[in-house]
């Protein structure tokens, strides 16, 4: 028996004779001529003018109804609940002004079809003729619940209790009117009052689960769930809300369970298939959760909480297109769904669409201004469109909202570290790490700031624990290598890349940085053929073109052009011209005598590159500055051995040797190794003195 559905209205006296209608199983009817409900030979009760209720089953001319019970009535004494179902009443109520039974029954008829205005009219003439009408308080309050006005509604139930204090409905309905308010301990009581009265009873169980549920108390929720499926072991929506409450306490498999079960008793629940669809979707079994979606909205094609969670199975299965069409349709059909918004706006970020990405976390935002999340995810579209400050600005926001987010402080530190924040960045790789001490990204983090401010053992040591914790992280052998070069410890650092390659043999950037370190230690075949790996693999790297070019101009291999015009051909392509490529393709033209090469590049970067150092090194290529003023444009001093590298290449170029050999041995003296420059001055002292070509 579906208790869920209550008989309305009192008994009434017989109306007249009228037309038998035709009903289809879960129709709605309303009594026009009093008559019985038979089980058999067995008298249910008899239903009078303006009681409503549902239809089972038809047989014929005869209807299974419930009207608190279930039984059989002849169709002729009902017509369907509709607006013409009103005009009847009407009529009757017209023929029979006195029977406030009759108004009552066209109040409730009303009621049931949303005219909540029209329902308050009859219930308040029925209560102003007879102020002791017990049921008309009763559904004056479901009336007021309707128009959202609680207080009034819990105001008519505590009159209907004065009158009638050993109706257990009426504690029931005072009971859900204070789930809406929030007031679950008094509704408790309600309910307790409404056991106490009748102890079997269906509805109060589900109410007090849901009250248990709301108070996130999800044992005490399942114990009145079962006691609710004892009562009625048929009651699908009892164990689609017990299921419902395991999937919340993650017991997936019992869930699953009482999802199948809902869906046998009912197989038009569209709600169960939708929360099975769910439970599918955190087991990672998309295909059937897209299966079980699609049943849920052919059965309810207005459910915007079925299209989004298979919007969210097709973008797992990285069928975007499909995704973000049903997440549009979420939001159409409810505009207000900020997760469909949020999970269109990460689809749209892994599509690159970062700008419509932007634009959906900017809704989530306005739908829920501490929505953390939202914030660190706009942020992340931020950052891919390299709108750094912005990126940092929601980071920082995120982190507000919840300070214990760990990968905000993550993201926040990696862009301070782009900007050489170096320190701004270590504090937040700091908390990230206190926040998560067993996530390597952040010791890795870490180690890169304590190796752009030259603390390469701090670096070292960060690493070494990013590697305890992932043995097999390649990145972290990667950095550590990079980091050991920078000590100058090229076996070591050789030894880390090598490692790194082994966990991930697809990595460019681990070949390009090994091939770094055999070209400081001047074994220029094995750099050529780690350069030559790492082109391979991704070919569209345009540094790696450059020091591959690098140690050709090192060698004299004319292919070194190929690679300068390559890295440049790339970087146009990208829109993003670098000084450096410019000045090594100069450099090397101009070594091998080629001066049109030479003003082909300098000619075709013109008001291109950033106004920032090494522009003035180009300058003086393009002979606008002199050698005095280029140094006096250098600020510090990894720049002044910049600019005497390219002062030495271009005596070399120009035969003067002796003040190629000066400006060489400045940068040997005094420089950094960790610049390509010094790897080029100091291989070009070696050809000066005689040593390995």
């Known amino acids: 028996m579906n208790r869920a559905v209550l008989a309305l209205g009192l008994f009434f006296s017989a109306a007249g004779q009228v037309e038998a209608q035709a009903f289809r199983a879960g129709d709605r009817a309303v ?5 019985p409900v038979m089980a058999g030979d067995k008298l249910v009760q008899r239903v009078s003018p303006g009681q409503a209720l549902t239809v089972g089953e038809v047989k014929g001319e005869q209807l299974l109804v419930e009207s608190g019970d279930w039984g059989w009535l002849e169709s002729k004494h009902v017509i369907p609940l509709d607006r013409k179902a009103i005009e009847r009443l009407s009529e009757l109520v017209g023929e029979r002004p006195d029977d406030l039974d009759l108004l009552f029954g066209r109040g409730e008829a009303r009621r049931w079809l949303d005219d909540v205005d029209g329902a308050l009219g009859d219930f308040n003439d ?11 308080y009763v559904s004056r309050g479901r009336t007021w619940l309707a128009k959202h006005e609680p207080d009034k509604a819990i105001a008519d139930c505590e009159k209907a209790i004065r009158l009638d204090p050993k109706n257990a409905e009426t504690y029931l309905l005072r009971g859900a009117l204070r789930i809406e308010k929030r007031d679950f301990d008094k509704a408790l009581a309600d309910f307790d ?31 009145e769930y079962d006691e609710a499926i004892r009562i009625d072991p048929t009651a699908a929506f009892a164990y689609r809300r017990r299921g419902f409450v395991r999937a919340e306490t993650q017991d997936y498999d019992k869930a699953l369970t009482d999802f199948d079960e809902a869906i046998q008793l009912d197989p038009k629940d569209a709600p169960a298939f939708r929360m099975r669809g769910d439970v599918w979707n955190v087991k990672q079994e998309y295909d059937k959760a897209i299966a079980d979606y699609d049943a849920a909205i052919k059965l309810d094609p207005k459910d915007a909480t079925a299209f989004d969670g298979r919007g969210y199975a097709w973008s797992i299965k990285r069928e975007f297109d499909k995704g973000i069409a049903d997440f549009d349709q979420a939001i159409r059909l409810d505009p207000k769904n900020r997760q469909a918004f949020a999970r269109r706006g990460g689809v749209r970020s892994l599509k690159g669409e970062y700008d419509k990405a932007i634009a959906d976390f900017d809704e989530v935002i306005r739908l829920d201004p501490k929505n953390g999340w939202a914030f660190r995810s706009r942020g992340e579209a931020w950052r891919a469109k390299e709108k750094h400050d912005k990126a940092i600005a929601d980071f920082g926001e995120a982190i507000r909202l919840d300070p214990n987010d760990v990968n905000a402080f993550r993201m926040r530190g990696h862009l301070r570290s782009i900007k050489q924040e170096y320190d701004k960045a270590i504090a937040d790789y700091d908390a990230a790490i206190k926040l998560d001490p067993k996530n390597a990204s952040g010791f890795e983090g870490r180690s890169y ?22 043995p097999k992280r390649g990145s972290a052998f990667g950095r550590r290598g990079s980091a050991r070069r920078s000590k100058g410890e090229y076996d070591k650092a050789i030894a880390d890349f090598d490692e790194a390659i082994r966990l991930e043999p697809k990595d460019a950037t681990a070949f390009g940085c090994r091939g770094d370190v055999w070209r400081v230690k001047r074994n220029y075949d094995k750099a050529i053929a780690d350069y030559d790996e790492a082109i391979r693999l991704d070919p ?27 890295a440049v051909k790339l970087e146009g ?13 100069v450099a090397h033209a101009r070594l091998n005598g080629d001066e049109t090469e030479a003003r082909r590049l300098l000619s075709e970067s013109e008001g291109q590159l950033k106004q920032d150092w090494p522009l003035p090194c180009v300058e003086f290529f393009r002979g606008k500055l002199d050698g005095p003023k280029l140094l006096a444009a250098a600020s510090n001093r990894d720049q002044e051995m910049g600019a005497r590298c390219y002062l030495g290449l271009n005596h070399l170029a120009n035969k003067r040797i002796a003040e190629a050999r000066r400006e060489f041995q400045w940068v040997v003296e005094r420089g950094s190794k960790e610049f390509r420059e010094y790897v080029i001055a100091e291989a070009e002292l070696k050809r000066m003195d005689g040593g390995p070509k």
């Open 31 to 35: 009594v026009v001529e009093g008559a």
């Open 193 to 223: 009052e409404t056991l106490r009265l009748d102890p079997n009873h269906y509805s109060c169980r589900i109410f007090r689960g849901d009250v248990w549920l709301a108070k996130i108390e999800h044992e005490k929720a399942i114990v």
């Open 540 to 566: 569209k790297h345009s540094e790696i073109y450059v020091d591959r070019g690098i140690v050709r101009m090192l060698t004299r291999s004319s292919a070194a052009a190929d690679d300068f015009r390559m």
């Open 126 to 136: 029925v209560i102003r003729r007879n102020p002791k009408y017990t049921a008309a």
């Open 449 to 470: 700031c304590w190796s752009m401010k030259g603390e390469f053992d701090r670096a070292i040591a960060d690493l070494d624990e990013a590697i305890r914790i992932k």
């Open 573 to 585: 392509d990208a829109g993003k011209r670098d000084s450096f490529t410019v000045l090594f393709g």
